[in-house]
C-alpha cells in the first residue's frame, strides 16, 4: 500500500496483522475500521456516524461493493464472538478500506470549492426534507387520533374511560405510592445515618 498518498498512521493495523493469527486479523481490521472513521473525521465529511458519512459520499467510490463487504466483515466481527476471519478475506476487507480512502482523497483534490459547498448543501436538504417528512407524518397520526376521540362515540367513550383510570392511578393509587418512595427513603437514610456511627465508636 502506499502509505504517503494519504500519510496515515497504519502502524496498528500492520502490528495487528502480521500476528497471522484469527484475533489478530480481527483486530486489524477494528484497527483499520478506526483508521477510516479518523480520516472521513478529518476530512469533514458530513454526517452523524460512518455509514451516513458514506452515503454522503457514495458516488466518489470507485468499488462502493468492496467497501460494503469490508464494513459487513466488521460488523460480524463486533457482533459474533466467535466469528473468524481467514488471511485472504482479511486482506480484501483491508484493502476495501484502503481504495475508499483514495477514492475521496482524489476526489476532495479535484473538486472545486462550488462543487464542494454544493454537494454539502444537498445533503443537509435531504436531511431536512427527511425531517419535515417526519414531523408532517406525526402530525397527521396526532391530528387523527385527536379526531377519533373528539368525534366518535367509541372515541369518546374511551377518552371518558382514559381519563377516569389516570384520575384514578394519580389521586388514589398516588399518593400511596409516593408515600411508600417516601417512607424507602427515609429509612434507607436512617440505616446509612445509624451506621455512620457506629462506626464513630
Known amino acids: 500500500m502506499e502509505q504517503n498518498k494519504l500519510n496515515l498512521n497504519w502502524s496498528a493495523v500492520e502490528k495487528a496483522l502480521a500476528e497471522g493469527t484469527f484475533s489478530g486479523y480481527k483486530i486489524g481490521i477494528l484497527e483499520t475500521e478506526k483508521v477510516f472513521a479518523n480520516f472521513l473525521e478529518e476530512k469533514k465529511i458530513p454526517g452523524r456516524d460512518v455509514d451516513s458519512k458514506i452515503r454522503y459520499v457514495a458516488n466518489f467510490l470507485s468499488r462502493k461493493e468492496q467497501l460494503k463487504y469490508s464494513r459487513e466483515m466488521y460488523k460480524k466481527i463486533i457482533e459474533l464472538p466467535h466469528f473468524e476471519i481467514t488471511h485472504e ?28 459547498l454544493r454537494l454539502r448543501f444537498s445533503f443537509w436538504f435531504t436531511q431536512a426534507v427527511k425531517k419535515i417528512k417526519l414531523i408532517v407524518l406525526t402530525l397527521a397520526v396526532l391530528i387523527l387520533i385527536i379526531l377519533f376521540f373528539y368525534e366518535t ?25 409516593l408515600g411508600a418512595v417516601l417512607a424507602l427513603v427515609l429509612l434507607f437514610i436512617g440505616l446509612k445515618l445509624l451506621k455512620k456511627k457506629d462506626r464513630q465508636f
Open 89 to 116: 478475506e482479511t486482506t480484501q476487507v483491508v484493502q476495501g478500506y484502503w481504495q475508499a480512502m483514495l477514492d475521496l482523497q482524489e476526489a476532495l483534490v479535484t473538486l472545486t470549492v462550488y462543487q464542494k
Open 153 to 177: 362515540a367509541v372515541g369518546k367513550k374511551s377518552a371518558l374511560a382514559l381519563g377516569q383510570g389516570v384520575h384514578y392511578l394519580v389521586f388514589r393509587i398516588g399518593p400511596w405510592f
